[in-house]
Each structure stands twice: as C-alpha cells, then as structure tokens.
C-alpha cells in the first residue's frame, strides 16, 4: 500500500520552484519511497531527527535535496527542499527541517 506524501510548510513550493529535471527526479525519489524502495541517491541525515534522508539530485543548475522522514505508519512527510549553495549543508536548512520534523503528529518536542 502507498503511503500518502505529506508536505510541511513551504517543501511543496519549494519543490516546484526548481528545474523540471530536478522535480522529476526528486518526485521519482519519493514515489520509490511510497513503493517501500530506497531513492538512487539518498543519504541518511541525523542531525534533522531519527529516520530523517535527504534525496540528492545534481543538474546543471546545482545540487538539490528534499529532506524526509518515512518511518512513520501513517505517512512520508517531506520537511524541506532546497538548493544547496555551498559543500555542507547549511545550518539554517538543517535547523529549519528539525522545527517541520517537530510538527509531524506524534513526535514528542
């Protein structure tokens, strides 16, 4: 069964703000999670809160990721989308998908 995808504050229009080639492939990442497979480029981000990845895409535009947490029964929830700008993620992005990840249904603050 699917799981349905659940986009915590500005995730979805960040999404659709980037290059098609980009929302293509982060889209393709998130239905092969709902399928119960792993996205091609995935890694797991800690520091965002237990169960948290990031799906990395790379285009000619930059490289993209869309944080999310799937080890929730009830839903893949996406907590943030963005173009990365520099090596390390920024500390205001992880910061901010640690804030959306306190808002998923049953996590404890």
Known sequence: ???????LGSSRD????????????IG?????VQLGGTPTDFKPIPSVGSGAYEIRV???A???????V?????A???LH???KKTQKTAMSDIALARRRYALIPGVKP
Do not use: N, S
Request: hydrophobic residues 50%; glycine residues 4%; positive net charge.
């Open 1 to 7: 069964m699917w799981k349905p995808v659940i986009f």
């Open 14 to 25: 960040d999404v659709r703000e980037m290059p098609y080639a980009v929302r293509h492939d």
């Open 28 to 32: 393709v990442g998130l239905m092969t």
């Open 58 to 60: 790379r285009d000619v």
């Open 62 to 68: 930059g490289a993209f990721r869309a944080v999310y």
């Open 70 to 74: 799937t080890k929730f029964a009830d």
């Open 76 to 78: 893949i929830y996406v």
């Open 81 to 83: 989308a963005f173009q």
